[in-house]
C-alpha cells in the first residue's frame, strides 16, 4: 500500500507560480515505477500533467513543457510540481498518482485556481 497527500494548492494570479508536494508513506517512492502528477479541470478528463520514473527520467504533457517541472526528494519521500507562468486553463484538482506493479494509487488532490 501505498498512501500520498497532496498540499500547495490555492489561488494565484495570471503569470503566478505556485509549488505542489505530494507526500508518499508505505513504499519508498525511489523503488516506485513511476509517479506522476495528473489534473482534472471541470468538465474535462483526467489528464497526465507530469511524470517521473525510477531512475528519474520525465516527461510532460505538451500544454505544460516549459513551465512546469516535476522533480523529487528522496530523502524526505516527497515529489513535487513546481508550476510557473500559469494560466486559466491550469485551473483543476491536480492528483499525485503512483504506479506499482500490482496498483496504482492517488492522493486526495489539491485544488488550484487561477485567480483570473
Known amino acids: 500500500q501505498v498512501q500520498l497527500v497532496e498540499s500547495g494548492g490555492g489561488l494565484v494570479q495570471p503569470g503566478g507560480s505556485l509549488q505542489l508536494s505530494c507526500s508518499a508513506s508505505g513504499s519508498a517512492i525511489s523503488s516506485i515505477p513511476s509517479m506522476g502528477w495528473y489534473r482534472q479541470a471541470p468538465g474535462k478528463q483526467l489528464e497526465l500533467v507530469a511524470g517521473i520514473s525510477r531512475g528519474g527520467g520525465t516527461d510532460y504533457a505538451d500544454s505544460v513543457k516549459g513551465r512546469f517541472f516535476i522533480n523529487r526528494d528522496i530523502a524526505r519521500n516527497t515529489i513535487y510540481l513546481q508550476l510557473n507562468n500559469l494560466k486559466p486553463e491550469d485551473t483543476a484538482v491536480y492528483y499525485c498518482?503512483?504506479?506499482?506493479?500490482?496498483?496504482?494509487?492517488w492522493g486526495q488532490g489539491t485544488q488550484v485556481t487561477d485567480s483570473s
Open positions: 498518482s503512483a504506479r506499482t506493479d500490482l496498483s496504482v494509487y
